[in-house]
C-alpha cells in the first residue's frame, strides 16, 4: 500500500479511536455518575464540569500537539497522542471520586486533541490539490462512526469495561503508526528556525485573525454534539418526551455527522470551492434550525430525525480543517490544524455553560441552545467571506513571520 494511502487508512482508524473515546463520557455520564453516588441535579451539574473540563484539555492539547507535530514531525505527535490517551483512558475505568474522574477525563482531553489534526496535516501534505478533498473526507468521515460504535456499546457494555476497550483499541493502532512515514513536505522545511513557533503564531493579528474565523465556521456542529445530543436525556423530558438517553442520541446524531462529513467534503470538490460548501452548510443549518425552533418535535424520533438531519446540514467540519491545512504554511500548518477543531470543541465550553446555568434559572432547554445555533451560523456566514478560496492550493510554502 503506498504510504499516502496507508496515512489516510491510520489516520482514520486513529480518528476512529478518538471520537470512541471523547464520547464516553457522555454516553456513560448518568450512568457513571449515578453510581459514583451523585443525585440527577449532580449528574448534570457536575457532568457538565467534567464535559468542560475535557474539552479545555482539547483546547490544550491542541496547542501542544501542534508544536510538537511542527518542531518534530507529524509521525512523532500522532505516536505521542495515542499512547497517552490510551493509558489515561484504562484509568478512567478504575475511578472511585468524582475528582479523579474530572482530572482523568481532563489528561484524556489533552491527549486526544492531537489525534485528528495531525493525521490531517499529514495527509494534505502527501495529496495533490485535486485529490486532498476527497482525502481529508475519506479520513474525518470514517472516523466519526468510533462515536457510533461507542454509543451502541454504550446500550450493552458495562462503563468501566468500555473504557478499558477504548484503551485495547488505542494500542492496538500503536502498532500500525510504527508504519506510517513523515510527510516529505515537512522533510522539505524541517530545517527552517521558526516552526510551531506558539508566540509568533498566536502574537501576529493577521495569523490569529484567520485562526479564529475558522473557528468560528465549525462552531455550530459542537453546539449539536456538546448540548442537543450530549443532554438528550434532560431535554427531551423537559419538552414533554420520553426520556432519550445520551447513546441513542449520539448514534442518531453522529450518523448525520458522517453524511454530513461525505456531503459537505463532496460538494466542496465538485464545487471546486471550499468557501461554497462552508456557506451552503451554514445556510441549511439556519434553515433548519429556525424551523425546529417554530415546530418542536413531538415525539421521540421526531428530537432523534432533527438531531440526524440538523448534524447533515451543520457538519462542515472537513471542509472547514482541509481549508485551514491549506491556508497555513507548512512551519505552522500542524500548530494550526490541530489546535483548530480542538478551539472549535473547546467552543462548546461556553454552550454548555449556557445551557447549565439557562437550564437552572428556569429557561427554555430546547429553545436556548437552538437560539445559539442559529446565531453562531449567522455569524460564521459572515465572516466566511474574510477567508481566501484554498482548492486547489498548493502545500509548499511557509508563513512569513
Same mark, same amino acid.
Given at each position: 500500500m503506498q504510504n499516502k494511502y496507508f496515512a489516510v487508512f491510520v489516520g482514520a482508524l486513529g480518528y476512529f479511536v478518538d471520537l470512541f473515546d471523547? +464520547? *464516553?463520557?457522555? &454516553?456513560? @455520564? +448518568?450512568?457513571?455518575? $449515578?453510581? *459514583?453516588?451523585?443525585?440527577? +441535579?449532580?449528574?448534570?451539574t457536575e457532568g457538565s464540569k467534567i464535559l468542560n473540563a475535557q474539552l479545555i484539555g482539547l483546547l490544550l492539547g491542541g496547542i501542544f500537539f501542534g508544536v510538537m507535530g511542527d518542531k518534530f514531525g507529524r509521525k512523532a505527535a500522532l505516536f505521542a497522542t495515542i499512547f497517552t490517551y490510551s493509558v489515561t483512558t484504562a484509568l478512567c475505568g478504575l475511578v472511585t471520586d468524582v475528582n479523579t474522574y474530572l482530572l482523568l477525563r481532563l489528561i484524556c482531553g489533552i491527549a486526544l486533541a492531537g489525534e485528528l489534526g495531525a493525521a490531517v496535516t499529514l495527509v494534505t501534505e502527501q495529496f495533490s490539490p485535486k485529490n486532498r478533498g476527497w482525502a481529508t473526507t475519506i479520513l474525518t468521515a470514517? !472516523? /466519526?462512526?468510533? +462515536? &457510533?460504535l461507542a454509543a451502541i456499546i454504550g446500550h450493552f457494555l458495562y462503563w468501566r469495561h468500555a473504557y478499558f476497550l477504548g484503551a485495547a483499541l488505542g494500542f492496538a493502532l500503536l502498532f500500525l503508526r510504527l508504519r506510517v512515514k513523515e510527510s516529505d513536505t515537512y522533510l522539505q522545511f524541517k530545517h527552517l528556525e521558526h516552526r510551531g513557533d506558539f508566540i509568533k503564531f498566536f502574537s501576529s493579528k493577521k495569523r490569529l485573525g484567520k485562526f479564529l474565523i475558522f473557528v468560528a465556521l465549525g462552531m455550530s456542529v459542537w453546539i449539536i454534539s456538546g448540548v442537543l445530543a450530549s443532554f438528550s436525556y434532560e431535554i427531551s423530558a423537559f419538552i414533554g418526551l420520553e426520556r432519550i438517553p445520551v447513546a441513542t442520541a449520539l448514534i442518531f446524531s453522529n450518523t448525520g455527522? /458522517?453524511?454530513?462529513?461525505?456531503?459537505? !467534503?463532496?460538494?466542496?470538490? /465538485?464545487? $471546486?470551492? @471550499? $468557501? $461554497?460548501? &462552508?456557506?451552503l452548510s451554514l445556510l441549511m443549518t439556519i434553515i433548519l434550525a429556525v424551523f425546529y425552533l417554530i415546530n418542536h418535535p413531538a415525539s421521540k424520533l421526531g428530537y432523534l430525525l432533527m438531531l440526524t438531519f440538523i448534524a447533515i446540514a451543520a457538519t462542515n467540519w472537513v471542509v472547514v480543517i482541509t481549508s485551514c491545512a491549506e491556508n497555513f504554511g507548512t512551519n505552522y500548518r500542524? *500548530?494550526?490544524?490541530?489546535? *483548530?477543531?480542538?478551539? /472549535? @470543541?473547546?467552543?462548546a465550553v461556553v454552550f454548555i455553560e449556557i445551557f447549565k446555568q439557562a437550564s437552572l434559572a428556569g429557561y427554555n432547554k430546547f429553545v436556548v441552545p437552538m437560539l445559539c445555533l442559529i446565531i453562531c451560523s449567522s455569524v460564521a456566514i459572515l465572516l466566511l467571506k474574510l477567508i481566501p478560496e484554498t482548492f486547489g492550493k498548493t502545500m509548499e510554502f511557509v508563513e512569513e513571520d
Amino acid at each position: 500500500m503506498q504510504n499516502k494511502y496507508f496515512a489516510v487508512f491510520v489516520g482514520a482508524l486513529g480518528y476512529f479511536v478518538d471520537l470512541f473515546d471523547i +464520547v *464516553l463520557f457522555n &454516553i456513560y @455520564r +448518568v450512568d457513571s455518575l $449515578k453510581e *459514583l453516588g451523585l443525585s440527577e +441535579v449532580g449528574v448534570m451539574t457536575e457532568g457538565s464540569k467534567i464535559l468542560n473540563a475535557q474539552l479545555i484539555g482539547l483546547l490544550l492539547g491542541g496547542i501542544f500537539f501542534g508544536v510538537m507535530g511542527d518542531k518534530f514531525g507529524r509521525k512523532a505527535a500522532l505516536f505521542a497522542t495515542i499512547f497517552t490517551y490510551s493509558v489515561t483512558t484504562a484509568l478512567c475505568g478504575l475511578v472511585t471520586d468524582v475528582n479523579t474522574y474530572l482530572l482523568l477525563r481532563l489528561i484524556c482531553g489533552i491527549a486526544l486533541a492531537g489525534e485528528l489534526g495531525a493525521a490531517v496535516t499529514l495527509v494534505t501534505e502527501q495529496f495533490s490539490p485535486k485529490n486532498r478533498g476527497w482525502a481529508t473526507t475519506i479520513l474525518t468521515a470514517f !472516523g /466519526i462512526s468510533g +462515536v &457510533i460504535l461507542a454509543a451502541i456499546i454504550g446500550h450493552f457494555l458495562y462503563w468501566r469495561h468500555a473504557y478499558f476497550l477504548g484503551a485495547a483499541l488505542g494500542f492496538a493502532l500503536l502498532f500500525l503508526r510504527l508504519r506510517v512515514k513523515e510527510s516529505d513536505t515537512y522533510l522539505q522545511f524541517k530545517h527552517l528556525e521558526h516552526r510551531g513557533d506558539f508566540i509568533k503564531f498566536f502574537s501576529s493579528k493577521k495569523r490569529l485573525g484567520k485562526f479564529l474565523i475558522f473557528v468560528a465556521l465549525g462552531m455550530s456542529v459542537w453546539i449539536i454534539s456538546g448540548v442537543l445530543a450530549s443532554f438528550s436525556y434532560e431535554i427531551s423530558a423537559f419538552i414533554g418526551l420520553e426520556r432519550i438517553p445520551v447513546a441513542t442520541a449520539l448514534i442518531f446524531s453522529n450518523t448525520g455527522l /458522517i453524511l454530513g462529513d461525505f456531503f459537505w !467534503g463532496a460538494a466542496s470538490q /465538485i464545487l $471546486k470551492s @471550499r $468557501k $461554497k460548501a &462552508i456557506f451552503l452548510s451554514l445556510l441549511m443549518t439556519i434553515i433548519l434550525a429556525v424551523f425546529y425552533l417554530i415546530n418542536h418535535p413531538a415525539s421521540k424520533l421526531g428530537y432523534l430525525l432533527m438531531l440526524t438531519f440538523i448534524a447533515i446540514a451543520a457538519t462542515n467540519w472537513v471542509v472547514v480543517i482541509t481549508s485551514c491545512a491549506e491556508n497555513f504554511g507548512t512551519n505552522y500548518r500542524a *500548530l494550526a490544524t490541530t489546535s *483548530l477543531p480542538n478551539f /472549535i @470543541r473547546g467552543s462548546a465550553v461556553v454552550f454548555i455553560e449556557i445551557f447549565k446555568q439557562a437550564s437552572l434559572a428556569g429557561y427554555n432547554k430546547f429553545v436556548v441552545p437552538m437560539l445559539c445555533l442559529i446565531i453562531c451560523s449567522s455569524v460564521a456566514i459572515l465572516l466566511l467571506k474574510l477567508i481566501p478560496e484554498t482548492f486547489g492550493k498548493t502545500m509548499e510554502f511557509v508563513e512569513e513571520d
